[in-house]
């Protein structure tokens, strides 16, 4: 008991300064590589719908809970934040938090999903949120060598962008196929979103004063933008008859693209046009040893239509009760992970995102 204690003292201290994962999904302790692993296909439906196909009786759970932070601490950025529909912050507090975190770029995203899934077919709700404090040039320069309320330079501007998309519900299903040398698997899930967005920024006169931050110029007055819209992923895995059993998958993430495109301003306030869904095609390997071993290759955004095209790896070690994992993604670097009676954590000094909860802004 007391070594138990010590490990979740020791897990507590790292999450001030890494991202942590808690719930169901192995792969972000390995690199968030796992798109063809089929160990427990429940929790791994929600990258590949395929694996759901592999789902036999009722299952009942979340798929993940995930918690990032690039820039200020994961604590401050909990005691700062105040969340509400639609919104990451309050609008009468947004100059304050600018000015507390314009030392840097800060990013917070916050991931989840939690169903069940009955022979094959689930019924799910999730969503993702990225929120971002985006201080200029000048504010950062100030925050760093200054830090005089009364010294922020005329030109200081800070930006608080967030997108969050919400699933209401996912509805996914799989079947299996008999194939001369394996079998192929085949899954679907189809999402109903909605989309909120909302961009609040600070000139020098609010940064002096702490006081509210503007609405920027495309939410008309209001304090959010919404859509509503429907899209497809589909995914495949085949498992060919083998004396070393290994997977190969293939995802297609935003099949048929969700129709979210919004006219805004960036953190300069020139104008874009930003699709925070769109198509994306990935692929995936992983390979079971017969002393317990696992190992997982992912390659993400083949093509770079996101932008966040990159290769992911990790392995998984079974020892008894316990489940140690390591990975490697070349975008965000090294994760680490702890699996214990059906339950995951992960931690990493910047998780990569997870495929079909990402937003691209």
Not at 50 to 73: E, K, P, S, W
Not at 123 to 133: N, Q
Not at 232 to 245: A, C, E, L, M, N
Request: with cysteine; glycine share 14%; charged share 20%.
């Amino acid at each position: 008991m007391r070594r138990i204690a010590l490990a979740l003292l020791g897990w507590a201290a790292m999450s001030c300064w890494a991202d942590i994962s808690i719930g169901g999904s192995v792969n972000k302790g390995m690199g968030g590589a796992g798109l063809a692993i089929l160990r427990d296909p429940a929790s791994q439906s929600y990258l590949n719908p395929a694996a759901i196909a592999y789902v036999r009786g009722f299952r009942l759970g979340m798929g993940n809970f995930d918690i990032g932070a690039q820039g200020a601490a994961l604590d401050d950025l909990f005691d700062a934040l105040e969340f509400r529909q639609g919104s990451g912050v309050d609008i009468d507090k947004g100059a304050r938090l600018l000015r507390r975190f314009a030392d840097e770029d800060t990013r917070m995203t916050l991931q989840g999903d939690f169903g069940l899934i009955v022979n094959g077919f689930g019924l799910s709700v999730g969503g993702v949120m990225d929120a971002r404090f985006l201080p200029n040039a000048s504010l950062r320069n100030w925050a760093r060598t200054d830090g005089n309320p009364a010294n922020i330079p005329n030109d200081a501007r800070g930006d608080i962008i967030a997108l969050a998309a919400v699933s209401l519900p996912d509805v996914t299903g799989g079947i299996r196929l008999p194939l001369q040398g394996g079998e192929l698997a085949i899954g679907a899930r189809m999402r109903t979103l909605r989309v909120f967005y909302t961009h609040y920024f600070a000139d020098e006169q609010a940064l002096r004063d702490n006081g509210s931050a503007a609405r920027a110029p495309e939410l008309g007055g209001r304090d959010f933008m919404e859509r509503r819209t429907t899209g497809v992923d589909i995914g495949f895995i085949w498992k060919p008859d083998s004396t070393i059993p290994y997977t190969l998958a293939l995802v297609v993430e935003n099949l048929v693209e969700p129709d979210v495109r919004i006219d805004a301003t960036d953190r300069n306030g020139n104008p874009i046009r930003l699709q925070p869904l769109r198509r994306a095609v990935h692929a995936g390997f992983a390979m079971e040893t017969g002393t317990g071993t696992l190992f997982a290759l992912d390659i993400i955004d083949i093509g770079n239509r996101t932008g966040r095209s990159e290769l992911r790896f990790g392995a998984e070690q079974r020892l008894g009760p316990l489940i140690l994992r390591s990975g490697y993604a070349s975008r965000t670097g090294w994760t680490a992970g702890l699996g214990i009676g059906g339950f995951n954590f992960a931690y990493s000094q910047e998780f990569p995102l997870s495929v079909s909860r990402t937003l691209v802004f």
